[in-house]
């Protein structure tokens, strides 16, 4: 089998529905599946899976799987994906009509290629916040890397909502960390920078703008009061991810009175100050992750 495209979903069966339906329209000629991973939902998402069955000649595969976090519904779906290729999409994106097929493609032009991400299109309800700053954008996963099919090179990554894996290098790389990604309701993240960073020591990361997805945001995440929330989340990635967590710890702990008092300095430039608010928040987020590996 060419591809599997691997869907995981924690209570919003109504997104994977939408999900779901955009695959109906698929470009791509070639066989492929669909895994469903149920991570603990108590919603109706059972049954959108079992009725979309009915709408599509492929095979598709629903999986309860008990045990929450968003890692450990991906590693549930790689352990049980047969295609060559696995294809993330999230429960709240949907996928254009040559989604499929131009991500296979790329992957099959070139195999020292381990990781493919494509374009992902904000769908604000309502409309974008004029307060967002640019370097804030892709805390809502919003990729626009390049106007055609180009390596990734580090620190750049694709995100979670629109990724892929070459089935294969899973044989010798472990895949997402368990103790990275989100649980239930927290922000947790960094789980998608850790694997590719490992993936990049023996294969490629290419980006492609010609598999793109929509990504909804909803008006409850559109408010700086959420945004510092992930800005936070952010930061406990990072030092729970890092191996140099003393230095960041110290760094921190430096860094923090001086954004303080620039925050206080630019009172009246709101952009600056919510900047130096948003480092705040940050640097206390990379403290907490460095002191919960000792509790």
Known sequence: MKATVAIC????????????QSLLHQSFDQSYEVIVVDNRSTD???QVVLDFQGMIDIPILYLYEERLGLSVARNRAIREAKGEYVL???????????????IVALFDRDPRIGCVGGKIVPAWEGSAPPWLLPENRTLYTILDYADEIVEMRKPAIPFGANVAFRKSLFASIAPFREDLGRVGSNLLS????????RIRAKH??????????????PRSRISRKWLLRRIYWQGVSSAVSSKKKA??????????????????????????????????????????GVLRMYQ
Request: cysteine-free; glycine content about 4%.
């Open 190 to 197: 960094s789980e998608e920078a850790e694997l590719i960073d």
């Open 88 to 102: 993330f999409l999230d429960d709240d994106a949907v996928a254009s009509e040559d989604w499929i097929r131009g």
């Open 247 to 288: 230095g960041i710890f110290l760094k921190s702990l430096v860094k923090l009175p001086v954004y303080a008092l620039l925050t206080i300095v630019f009172l009246y430039d709101k952009r600056k100050s919510f900047r130096n608010i948003s480092k705040i928040t940050y640097n206390n987020g990379q403290i907490r």
């Open 204 to 217: 490629a990361v290419y980006y492609t703008p010609h598999a793109s997805v929509l990504h909804k945001i």
């Open 44 to 46: 109706q998402t059972k």
């Open 9 to 20: 979903t924690h209570n919003r069966a109504a997104d994977l529905n939408e999900a779901l």
